[in-house]
């Protein structure tokens, strides 16, 4: 209790600006909390996603690498599995196969990460403004008392230190944050590379030995669709759903 009634007298004393301050918290906590289901809801067992496609592609069996891809949920699944189905309805070009998934793809990437660099921005700068707002109280009140008591100045020293304090007590963990979310955003985005390398390998090497990259279908296979096989590979462990 003792803390709380301290942190509510702080709160006080840093003025109005306090206000704005507090918002740019909550919206900051929101917005990191959003990323990082994001990013766990991409959580992919990176290694073994790569053995059992480099495996499938082996076996020349482009229907086990679709059903691995729809097993796996998230970005590199959804990307995979529209690479593999364009791949396995003849067409070859890995960046024209991937083009228009990825850029749909980038929007869920991209957002919130804008607006946390806005409030990493922000706040420093509220508590800026606070701290100013802070001084002209200061000489207000000498200005009025002719007076430099250490007393009579103490409200105006309070709203100055006190909002500093609280802009960067916000923009620092919410720096680490953002850093964080880059990082990981970063990953799948290298290992989506990854995997399209391994399939765009298994095509030139299909062409340079002169086979055909699959046998001639009956129909285009739609998005989201999972072919039957006889032995369906396991779904990935740890695979986000």
């Known amino acids: 209790m003792d803390h709380i009634k301290f942190l509510v007298d702080m709160f006080q004393k840093g003025g109005l600006f306090m206000w704005p301050l507090l918002v740019v918290a909550i919206v900051s906590v929101i917005l990191i909390i959003e990323r990082f289901i994001f990013l766990r809801e991409n959580k992919v067992d990176w290694d073994r996603f790569q053995f059992e496609l480099r495996s499938a ?5 482009l229907e086990k690498a ?3 891809a729809a097993k796996t949920k998230g970005v590199i699944g959804r990307v995979m599995q529209e690479c593999l189905l364009r791949v396995q309805a003849g067409q070859t070009d890995i960046e024209d196969a991937t083009e228009k998934e990825i850029l749909n793809e980038m929007t869920s990437m991209e957002r919130s990460r804008g607006w946390i660099a806005t409030m990493i921005q922000i706040a420093p700068l509220l ?3 606070g701290t100013v707002q802070g001084m002209i109280v200061c000489f207000m009140t000498i200005e009025q008392t002719a007076d430099t008591s250490p007393k009579l100045l103490a409200n105006g020293i309070y709203t100055a230190l006190i909002t500093t304090f609280a802009g960067l007590f916000i923009a620092i963990p919410v720096s680490v944050a953002q ?3 880059r990082k990981e955003t970063n990953k799948v985005l290298h290992f989506l590379d990854l995997y399209l390398v391994e399939v765009r390998e298994w095509i030139d090497k ?3 030995s002169g086979q055909p990259v699959l046998p001639t279908m009956t129909h285009t296979p739609s998005r989201g669709a999972i072919p039957a096989v006889s032995n369906p590979v396991e779904p990935l ?3 986000a759903r």
């Open 57 to 61: 592609l082996k076996e020349d069996s």
């Open 66 to 68: 679709v059903v691995l």
């Open 127 to 129: 508590g800026l403004i």
């Open 179 to 181: 850093e964080h979310i």
């Open 206 to 208: 299909k062409k340079s």
């Open 237 to 239: 462990v740890g695979a």
